[in-house]
T-cell receptor, first 113, second 114 residues
């Protein structure tokens, strides 16, 4: 069975500082990987996804993530945090042959002025 | 022009009641899903339908019954509501059932069982 671990349920960053959210997965075969963002009282929105090809994936709102097979990781970064980045972020995986998204526990990002 | 919509947005009800949550997507997608997000924000898939046929059923109590009258709609009916059913329920849809098909989520329905 595959699982997803997000290190840190809360991350606090200053406006303009680097945002780094960690995601590790366990799977017998490399899955497809996703980052979703959930703004308060809203549904989830896809930030970016990795399926095949280039391991550095760029997403919306200046976010990017890098798939590292050797580390079974898919960490999410943004060089400069903005107040509007305050939200809950979820890492998720899907097996290549399926469509069942398995989510991590989420990381809440707080942005300090 | 909302892509995936759910009604109602909030639902407060007593234990033992039966309630339904409706979901509609206007994206022309073939596949729809129900997810449950508990109070700790943990998200878990409940059901998936492809072209009105059930393809995923994740050990959900049979008090929960999804119904897909057409591929644009996937409703969730819950019988004999329990306190533990309190959660936010998200509907989602994707073009197909492939792993690379992005899932688009609705705004959620917050269910509170008293």
């Amino acid at each position: 069975a595959q699982s997803v671990t997000q290190l840190g349920s809360h991350v606090s960053v200053s406006e303009g500082a680097l945002v780094l959210l960690r995601c590790n997965y366990s799977s017998s075969v490399p899955p497809y990987l996703f980052w979703y963002v959930q703004y308060p009282n809203q549904g989830l929105q896809l930030l970016l996804k990795y399926t095949t090809g280039a391991t550095l994936v760029k997403g919306i709102n200046g976010f990017e993530a890098e798939f590292k097979k050797s580390e079974t990781s898919f960490h999410l970064t943004k060089p400069s945090a903005h107040m509007s980045d305050a939200a809950e972020y979820f890492c998720a995986v899907i097996k290549a042959a399926g469509n069942k998204l398995t989510f991590g526990g989420g990381t809440r990002v707080l942005v300090k002025p | 022009d909302t892509a995936v919509s759910q009604t109602p947005k909030y639902l407060v009800t007593q234990m033992g009641n039966d309630k339904s949550i409706k979901c509609e997507q206007n994206l022309g997608h073939d596949t729809m899903y129900w997810y449950k997000q508990d109070s700790k924000k943990f998200l878990k898939i409940m059901f998936s339908y492809n072209n009105k046929e059930l393809i995923i059923n994740e050990t959900v109590p049979n008090r929960f019954s999804p119904k897909s009258p057409d591929k644009a709609h996937l409703n969730l009916h819950i019988n004999s509501l329990e306190l533990g059913d309190s959660a936010v329920y998200f509907c989602a849809s994707s073009l197909g059932e492939g792993a690379t098909d992005t899932q688009y989520f609705g705004p959620g329905t917050r269910l509170t069982v008293l």
